[in-house]
T-cell receptor
Framework: TQLLEQSPQFLSIQEGENLTVYCNSS?????LQWYRQEPGEGPVLLVTVVTGGEVKKLKRLTFQFGDARKDSSLHITAAQPGDTGLYLCAGANRDDKIIFGKGTRLHILP | DVKVTQSSRYLVKRTGEKVFLECVQD?????MFWYRQDPGLGLRLIYF???????EKGDIPEGYSVSREKKERFSLILESASTNQTSMYLCASRGRTGGGIFGGYTFGSGTRLTVV
């Protein structure tokens, strides 16, 4: 069974700090996606990474796909209260099945 | 803006009732999905459909059924609601990018169902 482990489960930091959250697996994925979910809403796709070692930037968010395509990280620079939410990673296997991690709940304190 | 619309944001139903959750997408996507989301358990796939009239069981199909009579609409049915089906239900759709590979999911806003 393929699993995606996200760490940490919870993170609470002050506005302006930097942070990194992780998504790890022992399985290889053909692509990996990151979503952000705000309370009472559905997840919203932030980025898809496809190539091993790929780095994508979305304003203050930097996403990296591991060289072996088994893991990924999300780095946020100068976190703001608007970054608060549940961050989910999701990996696609060769059969196009999507596996979701359980998420990192991030709270940015003003 | 592309959209997945779920018919209800909040729903309260009684044990034993038959419950219909409706989902409509306007992106002409072939694939549609129903998930439930529970604290500590994450997103769990209930059913999915790769095309009209097609349906496949996900990881937790027991107690649920689905219907996809039209491409844009995917309905989740709780045959006889039970309290352990109290949850956040999320519908999603997915289509192919210009390169022919599947893009990410577009989710609806969710339906928070409470069964009493």
């Amino acid at each position: 069974t393929q699993l995606l482990e996200q760490s940490p489960q919870f993170l609470s930091i002050q506005e302006g700090e930097n942070l990194t959250v992780y998504c790890n697996s022992s399985s290889v994925f053909s692509s990996l996606q990151w979503y952000r979910q705000e309370p009472g809403e559905g997840p919203v796709l932030l980025v898809t990474v496809v190539t091993g070692g790929e780095v994508k930037k979305l304003k203050r968010l930097t996403f990296q796909f591991g060289d072996a395509r088994k893991d990924s990280s999300l780095h946020i620079t100068a976190a703001q209260p608007g970054d608060t939410g549940l961050y989910l990673c999701a990996g696609a296997n060769r059969d196009d099945k999507i596996i979701f991690g359980k998420g990192t709940r991030l709270h940015i304190l003003p | 803006d592309v959209k997945v619309t779920q018919s209800s944001r909040y729903l309260v139903k009684r044990t034993g009732e038959k419950v219909f959750l409706e989902c409509v997408q306007d992106m002409d996507h072939e694939n549609m999905f129903w998930y439930r989301q529970d604290p500590g358990l994450g997103l769990r796939l209930i059913y999915f459909s790769y095309d009209v009239k097609m349906k496949e069981k996900g990881d937790i199909p027991e107690g649920y059924s689905v219907s996809r009579e039209k491409k844009e609409r995917f309905s989740l049915i709780l045959e006889s609601a039970s309290t352990n089906q109290t949850s956040m239900y999320l519908c999603a759709s997915r289509g192919r990018t210009g390169g022919g590979i599947f893009g990410g999911y577009t989710f609806g806003s969710g339906t928070r169902l409470t069964v009493v």
